[in-house]
């Protein structure tokens, strides 16, 4: 049975499944890189992430054939720009605390 991303349960669930695979593919990227497999290491990684973002986007009723359109509306729903911080933070920084 397919899940439909037209109801906040299907989401949920697509997403689980995707976050369940990237913990896979995480873990598998570890065992990759402390065999010294750092090419296979690298890409059990990306796709790590990968699903992780695709799991975000699901979230909110959203897919995407490509890598590309992954990323750029992850960015687009998840990420921030400086500008869109209040005016005293862009000129102290993100964490002004730190510098001390």
Known sequence: MPVELNDSGGA??????RIRVAKEDLASAEQN???SQ????????YYAIFRAISACL??????YKSHAQ????????FTFKS?????KNRASGYFPEARQ
């Open 33 to 35: 890189f402390a065999q």
């Open 38 to 45: 750092y090419r296979t290491a690298n890409n059990r990684a």
């Open 70 to 77: 992954v990323i750029g509306n992850f960015n687009k729903e």
């Open 83 to 87: 500008e869109d911080l209040p005016r």
């Open 12 to 17: 949920r669930e697509l997403a689980m499944y």
């Open 58 to 63: 699901s979230l909110k009723f959203k897919a």
